[in-house]
Antibody
């Protein structure tokens, strides 16, 4: 069974930093691209970032480009999101999602339960 | 990276069919056959129901089908059931190696 477990969320002040982690199991992690997607409470989904199986290809939404950094450690079956210069509008539930592709991102076929990030003073 | 446009809400009676539209641009839906749809019940994780415009993942009911014409994708749910009441999101790969979601549509089964 595919499992994705996010961690690292919490309350942070504007301008602060957080590092999210996602531990994967139940599939060959280094065969697939991975994504981060966020959802504002009561609102819609927003793709944040994606990374290919070998970290060669990386993409970001314009809203986080230059502030967030995605990375992965295939030896640890783990995905990460380093979030710097956080803003109140970054407050959301952050999901880790497996892609069906290895080198791109377009079908998120398995999602974690999410970790909540709150940016507030 | 503008969000895809979906109706805020749709409704239908049990047994009926409904269609949810998702309008994008030539930079996303119009160019890439990489449209997917997700169903989300309150408090739950999004569940993929359609990928690559028309394909259903294993285990998804045949009552869900997808299509695309030009810059607009559509999700059709036939034989509406009470359990179909949920939020539905469309999603497309877009130029610049990004992904864009729709704003979501709340389906009410009357």
């Amino acid at each position: 069974e595919v499992q994705l477990v996010e961690s690292g969320g919490g309350l942070v002040q504007p301008g602060g930093s957080l590092r999210l982690s996602c531990e994967a199991s139940g599939f060959t992690f280094d065969d697939y691209a991975m994504n981060w997607v966020r959802q504002t409470p009561g609102k819609g989904l927003e793709w944040v970032s994606g990374i290919s199986w070998n970290s060669r290809y990386i993409g970001y939404a314009d809203s986080v480009k230059g502030r967030f950094t995605i990375s992965r450690d295939n030896a640890k079956n783990s995905l990460y999101l380093q979030m710097n210069s956080l803003r109140p509008e970054d407050t959301a539930l952050y999901y880790c999602a497996k892609d069906s592709s290895s080198s791109s991102w377009h079908f998120l076929d398995c999602w974690g339960q999410g970790t909540l990030v709150t940016v507030s003073s | 990276q503008s969000a895809l446009t979906q109706p805020a809400s749709v409704s239908g009676s049990p047994g009926q069919s409904i269609i949810i539209s998702c309008t994008g641009t030539s930079s996303d839906i119009g160019t890439h056959n990489l449209v997917s749809w997700y169903q989300q019940h309150p408090g739950k994780t999004p569940k993929p129901i359609i990928y690559e415009v028309t394909k259903r993942p294993s285990g998804v009911s045949y009552r869900f089908s997808g299509s695309k014409s030009g810059n607009t994708a559509s999700l059709t749910i036939s034989g509406l059931q009470a359990e179909d009441e949920a939020d539905y999101y469309c999603c497309s790969y877009a130029d610049g190696s990004t992904v864009v979601f729709g704003g979501g549509t709340k389906l009410t089964v009357l």
